[in-house]
Structure formats: structure tokens, C-alpha cells
């Protein structure tokens, strides 16, 4: 995942973690960007720190990623045919 500047377009950061396809990426907050790979797996990372964590919870490939930062909630939906609702707050 590349964050770029706002104007120029050159690459700002690239964040590493994963090594499957990107499916979705939504920012969660201005230092933290959600990414859903082709697994169970959604990767949480911090822009300034790169660290990244991962939320398990899924039994197949996460479709889609969607944030609600005022909420601190994450919202994902998968082929294992759920809708999940992640607090960011407890995990």
C-alpha cells in the first residue's frame, strides 16, 4: 500500500506486510489505513510507525473494508459470507 502527497503524486510511504493481491484499503484514521489481502486477514497499520496489526475473525477471503473513524469502527464483509463490525477501541 502507497500513501501518496496530496498535490504531486510521488509516493509518500509504502507499507509492507502483506504478500497477496490488495482487494481494499480504506483510511481509518489520518495515521492508520485498513487493507484487506486476498486472505481471512484484515492488516491494520500505522502510516507514521508502519507497524501493522493483524484482526482475525473471518473464515475466507475479506471482500471489502469500510471505516467509521468518529465510531472507531471497522466494518469488513468476506466470501465466508459474513459482515463483521470491529471495535478499534477493544480489538
Do not use: E, Y
Not at 26 to 52: E, K, W, Y
Request: charged share 20%; glycine share 6%; hydrophobic share 40%.
Amino acid at each position: 500500500v502507497r500513501v501518496g502527497a496530496d498535490c504531486d503524486l510521488t509516493v509518500a510511504k509504502q507499507m509492507v506486510g502483506h504478500n497477496d493481491d490488495v482487494i481494499d484499503v480504506a483510511f481509518c484514521s489520518p495515521d492508520t489505513v485498513a487493507v484487506c489481502t486476498n486472505t481471512d486477514s484484515l492488516r491494520l497499520f500505522n502510516i507514521d510507525t508502519r507497524a501493522c496489526t493483524l484482526l482475525h475473525g473471518h473464515t475466507d477471503v475479506i471482500l471489502c473494508v469500510d471505516c467509521a473513524p468518529g465510531a472507531n469502527l471497522i466494518t469488513t464483509s468476506s466470501k465466508d459470507r459474513t459482515v463483521r463490525v470491529w471495535n478499534t477501541l477493544s480489538g
